[in-house]
């Protein structure tokens, strides 16, 4: 897959099948689709409307080339202690650039998931069927957010 390599084409929207080797052969005939299963929409391979149900581990990976307006401002915040030393010199400062970076990392996200829980609280309160669907699932992304927090400062 490619997402942005100086003289190559991106990648475009379609599922791949991962298999190995020796099993290759055995799923070629199979394509990736959409199934109904249960009530659940999955991806499955099918030929001639039978899902897959042999013993070939596979997986499908599925690129849909949706803009995803919630990732426009991501930007890798990471940088590993080789990179760091490179730049840097000796392993101390790495060590101690690399804290501060992660120290910073950590408490961004944490900010970025006290954001989303308090909206998701405003939702929830807003929300009038306390035992609803709609007020569990909500309920239950607020306590995800609240569960993605490492800072007690955030909590």
């Not at 099948?17 to 391979?45: F, I, P, W």
């Not at 995803?68 to 840097?88: C, D, R």
């Amino acid at each position: 897959m490619r997402f942005s390599t100086g003289g190559m084409p991106t990648d475009i929207a379609r599922s791949m099948v991962v298999c190995t080797n020796e099993d290759a052969n055995e799923l070629s005939a199979y394509q990736a689709q959409v199934v109904n299963l249960g009530g659940n929409n999955k991806m499955r391979l099918v030929k001639d409307g039978q899902v897959y149900n042999g013993n070939a581990p596979y997986l499908i990976v599925n690129i849909d080339g949706a803009e995803k307006t919630s990732l426009e401002s991501f930007s890798p915040t990471l940088a590993s202690n080789s990179i760091l030393k490179s730049f840097y010199g000796g392993s101390d400062k790495t060590e101690e650039v690399s804290k501060v970076l992660l120290d910073a990392v950590t408490l961004y996200n944490d900010l970025a998931y006290k954001n989303k829980a308090d909206k998701q609280k405003t939702k929830l309160d807003n929300i009038k069927d306390k035992t609803g669907d709609d007020f569990k699932s909500a309920e239950a992304l607020y306590n995800a957010y609240l569960a993605n927090i490492q800072n007690n400062v955030f909590k």
